[in-house]
């Protein structure tokens, strides 16, 4: 437990909003309501963004659930949330109780409309404006009021943006109250309402909820909306845009030995102390191993341990996987190397079945069938892998890393790429159930995972490629999509190590002299840190790290930036100079002068469980 020493006296507690938003959305795919799809689910560029920038969230499904008071006030009747998204755009909300948005904002809440038509009059009300019609235009958008939400605008001169040859569709809004910040030919864009002394409406008429996240002008007007809508938010002080998770894949697996077109030497404990840990220190960077623990013998027709397999394969080579093993912990010891699960055998759960079986199948011909080596979905007989199935497989992983390596594994990257993707065969869903937290899916995205929730975070972080030793000239960093709330992720394969033994040096030296390398574990400990605000002493923001998603944390620090609202900035400069605590320990002061800037740095030191940081005036 953590005790938080009153330093002082206090002055009445800041006017600090919950740190939660509430995300209203029109319909969810998944009837229950735990996986989030980028190719079913409208909603997913905001939730994903919301996930990466810190900002805890509930969503609430107008197609299954009633909106009232229940959800959106606790029992005093206060807001349960600083913020209230509305990404709804039905017609008619008729069985729903939109006057309580109303009450919410009373109690605290402010409400953030985007890519709505609001067609009901408790919306109309307080966001101050009425839709009349549909109307297309490729006028630039202009900023015709300066206000904190586009204050970064006018900074980066971005005043006017040029929408040429973009004729989508766009709602025409007449302002009652709401003030416009933004317009396109007289047709408002952007507006904002004020409800209180820290309350307000907004409303985005973004063509699209995608570009929220996709397009620069459009994801800094809604981050600062929601830092004037909150008041406040905490995310890591990351500089994401320069950051890349590097994973290497196939450790351990058998293909490697009978394949004819995947055949190479397993790199040896010599091999990676040079060509795997040198060029890795040097640069200080680590990277992710995922590893196999389950070799497929087709001579015993079992599955058995990699390490005690030493042999001259099919094509000659001596194969010594006891070596791999060795230079695998020893790159661990060395900090350089994470291990992660690449499934258990990298092959089909099922070999015994036609067109099996594949134990004495021809590997000239069906026993070479890709589709064999594909652990989490069936793609040789075309159907999927049972939940039951992934879920033994996942949980057999993850028990012989922590035997072989003494490592938990947090992220699961499905060998071949291949995995299920209905509802309840999801492989994401059933590795979440497994404790991961983070699936990595092909072709190019990721799933945060707890046990509440499976978020597709498609277009936050990118992959930028599977590079490989005859492939590096086809790199083009310079070419990788912009990347400023998640690390890029690039692959390649223990093989690269094996044919080219100074290619992991080699592909160092192609990344940008800019970029360094952001470790599997501390961005799944990153996105899972738990964030609260606790305003009854001063102003305390609780860090909470799980023993489990956060172990990163156990043995590291961690640093945040708070962003501040112009408005709240104004209350903690009017307080005179602040001490600030970290655990009940004093941490340094915060001046008048620092609060000049819109955001300040929040350093937590090691260890799991709460961190308290806290804000106190100086009497």
């Known amino acids: 437990m953590i005790f938080v020493a009153c330093l002082g006296m206090l002055a009445q507690p800041w006017p600090v909003k919950p740190y939660r938003a509430l995300l209203v959305v029109e319909k969810w795919n998944d009837p229950s309501s735990v996986l989030v799809d980028h190719a079913t689910d409208a909603f997913q560029p905001v939730a994903a963004l919301l996930k990466a920038w810190s900002i805890p ?37 008729a069985n729903q109780d939109v006057d309580s948005l109303g009450e919410a904002t009373k109690g605290g809440a402010s409400l953030l409309v985007c890519r709505s ?27 015709v009021q300066t206000h904190f939400i586009t204050q970064e605008l006018v900074r980066q001169k971005m005043e006017s943006l040029d929408v040429s040859w973009q004729f989508s569709e766009g709602p025409w809004v007449e302002p009652r109250g709401g003030e416009v910040l933004i317009d396109q030919n007289h047709h408002a864009v952007l507006t904002v309402r004020q409800l209180g002394e820290r309350t307000s409406a907004i409303w985005m008429g973004v063509p699209n909820l995608s ?71 040097k640069r200080q960077f680590v990277v992710a191993a995922n590893v196999i623990t389950g070799y497929v013998d087709r001579k015993t027709k079992r ?30 010891e060395a900090g350089v190397v994470e291990i992660e699960c690449h ?33 989490f979905a069936d793609e040789r007989r075309r159907q999927e892998s049972p939940a039951v199935v992934q879920l033994f497989r996942m949980r057999r992983g993850l028990e012989y890393l922590r035997k072989d390596f003494g490592q938990q594994a947090l992220e699961l990257r499905p060998g071949g790429s291949g995995w299920s993707k209905s509802q309840f065969n999801n492989t994401g869903r059933v590795a979440a159930q497994a404790g991961f937290g983070l699936f990595h899916a092909e072709p190019d995205s990721y ?7 499976v978020l597709d975070m498609t277009g936050v972080s990118p ?157």
């Not at 489990?548 to 400069?573: E, I, N, T, V």
Request: overall charge negative.
């Open 303 to 332: 599955i058995v341990t990699p390490w005690d397999q030493k042999f001259t394969d099919l094509y000659g080579l001596q194969q010594d996987y006891a070596s791999t093993r060795r230079g695998l912990k020893e790159a661990v």
């Open 211 to 281: 570009m929220l996240r996709d397009s620069g002008y459009w994801r800094s007007l809604f981050f600062r909306s929601l830092v004037w809508s909150l008041g406040y938010i905490v995310q890591p002080n990351i500089d994401y845009s320069h950051s890349i998770e590097i994973e290497i894949d196939d450790w351990g697996t058998s293909d490697k030995g009978y394949l004819s077109y995947w055949r190479y030497l397993e790199p040896s404990e010599e091999t990676l102390r040079k060509g795997l840990i040198a060029p890795l220190e």
């Open 57 to 93: 969230f509930d969503i609430l499904r107008l197609d299954q659930q009633h909106l009232d008071d229940t959800y959106l006030l606790d029992r005093s009747g206060q807001a349960r949330y600083g913020v209230i998204i509305w990404l709804a755009d039905s017609d008619s909300y």
């Open 447 to 453: 799933y945060y995972l707890d046990p509440d929730l």
């Open 117 to 143: 038509r609001f067609l009901d009059p408790a919306l109309e009300r307080l966001l101050g404006l009425k839709f009349k019609e549909i109307y297309s235009a490729t006028d630039p958008l202009k900023v």
């Open 343 to 375: 499934g258990w055998t990298h092959m089909q759960p099922d070999l015994e079945s036609p067109p099996g079986p594949w134990w004495s199948a021809d590997l000239a011909g069906e026993g070479s069938a890709d589709g064999w080596y594909k652990e």
């Open 463 to 619: 992959q930028v490629g599977t590079t490989s030793y005859d492939r590096l000239a086809a790199l083009h960093p310079e070419s990788w999509p912009a990347h400023p709330d998640g690390p890029a992720m690039l692959l390649f394969h223990d093989r690269d190590i094996a044919m080219r033994s100074d290619f992991l040096e080699q592909l160092l030296e192609a990344l940008p002299a800019s970029y360094k390398t952001m470790t599997t574990n501390q961005y799944i400990g990153l996105i899972h840190t738990q964030i609260d605000s606790l305003p009854e002493k001063g102003w305390q923001l609780a860090f909470n790290f799980d023993g489990h998603y956060c172990a990163y944390f156990g043995k590291h620090a961690s640093s945040w930036q708070l962003w501040l609202s112009d408005q709240l900035r104004d209350s903690l400069r009017n307080s005179g100079s602040l001490l600030v605590s970290v655990d009940g320990k004093a941490a340094g002061q915060l001046s008048a002068a620092d609060l000049l800037h819109e955001h300040v740095v929040i350093d937590i030191p090691a260890g799991l469980g709460t961190h308290v940081w806290e804000l106190t005036p100086i009497p």
